[in-house]
Structure formats: structure tokens, C-alpha cells
């Protein structure tokens, strides 16, 4: 694997009874790129992304994840890997029995040796990233659903991932808190150099943050591309895609 | 950690019936045996085994305690005639204490608490499996499991003892109350009765298996949560399934312990 590559994904497949979603998916991700993850819902694309952290197992194909092979990894050895990314779940996945505070000191206290004072920092200094420093003290159910994803992002990033997963980061929010959350994405990549998958049906959010795009479809890997060729291209799948799209966007 | 899965039908077969049920059982039996190969390692989590003891223990005090008062009241109000009837009514404190201290105090504090906590475990880790807040804690390194489950069965497993010696102490007390209602026996005279009949032996068996009856509460809410899948209604069924099972389970494990403490001290038997 290139010493460029952060992941590189080679033949995935993976199916659930006779359903195949992924029929061998191959892409790679270089460091510091943003790759955008296209396909309509149920094309695979959140498989896809939990198949590469290693929460769900597939069938057959190769993934390395900065030159390691992830399918054999030991649960120890996953886990020094998985420290090193962070994971953004279309529900944000707060916890609910965990103050705002609380859901960000968690990774930290679990997985590092950082004094109070230095986690203290680090979680007034993460929530001004996402600019939600009046919420530390609040409980998840008191936060809207885009301030839950900003605190999800948060949470993520406290602990300066490498890679950054993101599943589905606008979905369920208004155009507005959409645009703010994938600008947000991207100032947040630029400022921690990271590297970031990011699985949307969203075109604004693609927009903002793609270096590079693939379009799923079927299982396959239909298209990749930036995403001018992207949304300029002929293919029926993505015509049609796109044209939905922007039929929805200008409804919004 | 491969855990065969339970599947939910509306109709389902008897094929499918009797898999599930093997399914549970080996399910419970993986969940058991990471329990113990996850419990000596550290991190010790103290502060969330004390969170759990209050939550799931120090909150289950009201309504162990109404139960304690009552089993005593209606277990002395029923055996007082009849014992009359066979002119043995000096008795009643130490058969209602025997009664009380090996069987009822133990089995009747470990349903309560399985009604409470298996179902409580239950919802609170089946929410949180539904909601990915588990998937979240495995993607970032921490092992869920060690976090979320082992806590929770050694809380269950360490605060059932303490409950029930609570409840037998209450329900003695009830007991008495029953007694001078009806009958004007003396505080000492009761109390003496209870001690002069009670063998230390009597005792430890009762509460020893109370720490069986813990882990198996515990046990299975944190199986049935941890292993929820069908979204909100499999919540709903994994908190219903969770009081089931573990009740069923305690009543079950309550026939081999009792059995197996008349085996090893047949003095008790006497």
C-alpha cells in the first residue's frame, strides 16, 4: 500500500441472507483527503462504512487502514487502531444517561492518561470548535437534533482522529443547519488535518466537502470522480440521482 | 464475541421455538463466561459499579421493604390459626422465621428485584443498543462490554444479599406485629423464640444462593438488552423477555441450590 493511502479497501463484499449490498467495492482514501460516498439509501453505504471500523464483518475482500490489514486484527489490536478514528453516527449516538460534558470526557478518561485539568481544556476547547460551549453542562435530550450532531462531532474529534467517519451527518436537518454542519466538517478537517469518509445522499453537503466522489450502486462502485463530473455526467443513475436532488433542493 | 441470535416471529414455528431456546442458552452461557473473563481485568470501573448499586439496589429499597412488611404480616395472620388448630402455637415465630430466613425472604426479594432491575437493565442497554450508543462506545476503542454489562452484574449480584437480609429482618417485624394483634406475646419472648430455633446454618445457605439469584438477574437483563435488535418494540420485548426469563431462572436455580445445600449439610434437613 502507497505510504500516501490512510485506507485502501480491495474487493469487499458483503451480504446479509440472500441480499448482496457490497459486491466487490474497491477505493482508497489518501491522508488529508475528503472522500464523499455517494448512493441511494439501502445502496450499502453505511455497510460500508461499519465494515471498515470493524463493526460488522465482511464476507470477503481486504482492509487496511494506514497499512494495517483490519479483518485480522486481534480486539486490542482494533482498538489502537480505532483510537485513531473518529466516527460521526447519523443519530449522533449521544449517551443518554451522560451529560454533554460527560459524552466528551468519556473517550478521553477511557482511553488516555490526561489530568482533569487537561480534559477540562480539551472539552471547552472541542466545544468551541462546534461552537456549543453554553451546552457542557446540558443533558442530550435537551440539545435540538443539529446541536446533537455537533456535539456527536465533538466527541468524535476530541480525541484527534487520523480518519474521520461520518455517516449521514446532515441527514434530518434543516438546509440551513446542513450547510453549516458540512461547512463546519470541513473547517474542522482543515484545522486537524484529518482524513474523512463521508457516507450523504446529501449533494450541498457533497459539495462543500469533496475532494473526490463515488457514486454506489447495486453493490458496485458505479462512478469516482470529483463531483463537477460527477453531477455533470451522463450515467442514468447518477442523472437520475442528481436531478432528484436538485428538485429537492429548490423545494427547500 | 459471537452470540447466536434470537429471532422474533409473529408466528413462529416450533422449529423456531425450540432454536431460540437454545439460542438463550447459549447466549446466556457466552454472556457468563465473558462476564467472569472480563470481571479481574482492569479498569475496575468502581464508580460505575456504585452508580449501579444505588440505581439498581439503594432505588429498589421502597418497594422491597412494603413487600418485606406484608409477607411477614399475612405469613404470620395465616399460620396463627393453624397452628392453633394443631396446639402449637408457641411455635409460630420460629416456623414463621424458618420459613421467612430459608425460603421466602430470598426467592420473594429476588423476584421483586428481578421485576425492577432485569427489566430496568433490560430497556436502559436495548435503547441504548437500538440507538448505536453501544456501536459508539466499540468504535471508540472502549469495550462496551466490560463497561455496560460487567458492571452491572456485579452491582446486581453484590446488592441482592443486602436486600434480602433487609427483607427478612422486615419481615420479621411484620411477623410480630401479626402476632400481638391477636395473641399478647412479648417482644423478648419472640425474639428469643426466633434465635433459640434459628441455626447459623439455616442462614448462610439462604443468603449465599441470594448472590446466585443477583448474577442471574443481572445476567440476563444485561443479555437481553445487550442483544436487543427490532428497534423501539424490540426494546419493549427485551424488557418483557429479560423478567421472564430471570424469574424463571431464579425459581429454577432455587430448586437445585436448595437441593444441593440439603446434599452437602443434611442437618438442615432435620
Known amino acids: 500500500m502507497a505510504d500516501t493511502r490512510r485506507v485502501e479497501i480491495k474487493n469487499l463484499s458483503k451480504g446479509f441472507g440472500d441480499k448482496v449490498v457490497l459486491d466487490g467495492i474497491s477505493l482508497h482514501v489518501d491522508i488529508g483527503e475528503n472522500l464523499v460516498v455517494f448512493g441511494r439509501s439501502g445502496s450499502g453505504k453505511s455497510v460500508l462504512l461499519k465494515c471498515l471500523i470493524g463493526l460488522i464483518k465482511a464476507d470477503s475482500g481486504e482492509i487496511y487502514i494506514n497499512g494495517k490489514f483490519i479483518p485480522d486484527l486481534t480486539q486490542n489490536e482494533l482498538n489502537k487502531v480505532r483510537k485513531n478514528i473518529g466516527f460521526l453516527f447519523q443519530s449522533a449516538a449521544l449517551y443518554d444517561s451522560m451529560s454533554v460534558r460527560e459524552n466528551l470526557e468519556f473517550p478521553l478518561k477511557r482511553l488516555f492518561d490526561f489530568s482533569q485539568t487537561e480534559i477540562d481544556e480539551k472539552v471547552m476547547q472541542t466545544l468551541e470548535h462546534v461552537s456549543l460551549t453554553e451546552a457542557v453542562d446540558k443533558a442530550p435530550s435537551e440539545l435540538s437534533g443539529g446541536m446533537r450532531k455537533r456535539i456527536g462531532l465533538a466527541r468524535s474529534i476530541i480525541t484527534e482522529p487520523e480518519l474521520m467517519l461520518y455517516d449521514e451527518p446532515t441527514t434530518g436537518l434543516d438546509p440551513i443547519s446542513s450547510k453549516e454542519i458540512s461547512a463546519l466538517i470541513l473547517e474542522l478537517q482543515k484545522k486537524l488535518n484529518m482524513t474523512s469518509i463521508v457516507v450523504t445522499h446529501d449533494v450541498t453537503c457533497a459539495q462543500i466537502i469533496a475532494d473526490r466522489a463515488i457514486f454506489l450502486g447495486d453493490g458496485k462502485v458505479r462512478f469516482e470522480g470529483d463531483m463537477d463530473s460527477l453531477s455533470n455526467s451522463d450515467h442514468p443513475f447518477l442523472r437520475d440521482f442528481f436531478s432528484h436532488n436538485i428538485i429537492n433542493e429548490q423545494e427547500n | 464475541m459471537k452470540i447466536p441470535v434470537v429471532k422474533y416471529l409473529r408466528r413462529p414455528t416450533i422449529e423456531q421455538n425450540i432454536y431460540n431456546f437454545f439460542a438463550t442458552i447459549t447466549g446466556l452461557t457466552i454472556f457468563s463466561f465473558e462476564f467472569f473473563k472480563n470481571v479481574f481485568i482492569p479498569p ?212 437445585v441450590l436448595v437441593k444441593i445445600t440439603l446434599i452437602l449439610w443434611p442437618t438442615l434437613d432435620a
Open chain 2, 44 to 255: 475496575y470501573d468502581v464508580g460505575e459499579i456504585k452508580r449501579h448499586m444505588d440505581e439498581l439496589g439503594v432505588k429498589t429499597f421502597p418497594i422491597v421493604s412494603i413487600t418485606g412488611i406484608v409477607i411477614g404480616l399475612v405469613m404470620a395472620m395465616q399460620l396463627q390459626p393453624v397452628m392453633e388448630r394443631f396446639g402449637a402455637s408457641d411455635f409460630l415465630p420460629a416456623t414463621l422465621s424458618l420459613s421467612i430466613v430459608r425460603e421466602l425472604g430470598p426467592v420473594i426479594t429476588a423476584l421483586i428485584f428481578a421485576g425492577r432491575v432485569s427489566s430496568g437493565i433490560g430497556a436502559e442497554l436495548g435503547s441504548m443498543r437500538v440507538t448505536e450508543q453501544i456501536d459508539a462506545m466499540e468504535v471508540s476503542a472502549v469495550h462496551p462490554f466490560k463497561y455496560l454489562v460487567v458492571t452491572r452484574i456485579f452491582a446486581t449480584t453484590m446488592i441482592l444479599p443486602i436486600l434480602t437480609i433487609y427483607v427478612i429482618f422486615l419481615s420479621l417485624f411484620g411477623g410480630y406485629i401479626a402476632v400481638i394483634i391477636v395473641d399478647n406475646m412479648s417482644p423478648a419472648y419472640y425474639v428469643n423464640s426466633i434465635l433459640s430455633s434459628m441455626k447459623f446454618g439455616d442462614f448462610i445457605p439462604a443468603i449465599a444462593k441470594t448472590f446466585v439469584f443477583g448474577y442471574i438477574v443481572g445476567l440476563v437483563g444485561c443479555y437481553k438488552g445487550f442483544t436487543t435488535d427490532g428497534g423501539t418494540e424490540g426494546v419493549g420485548r427485551s424488557a418483557t423477555t429479560a423478567v421472564v426469563i430471570a424469574s424463571l431462572l431464579i425459581l429454577l436455580f432455587d430448586t
